[in-house]
């Protein structure tokens, strides 16, 4: 069940040019006061998690694809990619914190779309992030590029 729901400009669904939109999540008013963001700003970053509402059933890919449909990269397998069109339809996106407001939490850089449901927030923290060099395929960067 959502927590929430995301407010911005961006409705449409490509891929890139992330890094400047600016997104409101506002939670559900029924099931949470201020109470809940409590301490949340004295955090830079979130971990928001979110459902891929637009996503049609047909489009889910269960085996491996081209990223982005591309040729040039490689078949890699759903759980080897960040896709939207994912089995549960779940993403999962860190970004900038810019403020709290009652129930308003102001975001840059979340790769969500207008109305998008919001299943759970969660602050950053560094300990969570790996302890070992992160190793991966030379495609991503291409991939990545204008991502945020």
């Not at 955090?43 to 081209?66: D, N, W, Y």
Request: contains cysteine; glycine residues 8%.
């Amino acid at each position: 069940m959502p927590i929430g729901r995301v407010h911005t400009d961006r409705s449409d669904l490509s891929d890139d040019y992330w890094g400047d939109v600016t997104s409101v999540i506002r939670l559900d008013g029924t099931r949470f006061d201020a109470d809940a963001l409590l301490g949340l700003d004295t955090f830079s970053h979130l971990e928001v998690v979110f459902h891929f509402h637009r996503v049609a059933p047909e489009k889910i890919h269960t085996g491996a694809r081209h990223p982005r449909g591309n040729p040039d990269w490689p078949r890699t397998g759903i759980f080897a990619q960040r896709a939207k069109n994912r089995p549960n339809r779940i993403g999962v996106s860190r970004c900038k914190l810019l403020k709290v407001d009652g129930l308003d939490v102001h975001v840059r850089g979340l790769d969500a779309v207008d109305g998008t449901p919001v299943l759970d927030l969660k602050p950053y923290l560094t300990q969570f992030g790996p302890r070992e060099d992160v190793v991966q395929p030379h495609w991503v960067d291409d991939l990545m590029r204008d991502y945020y």
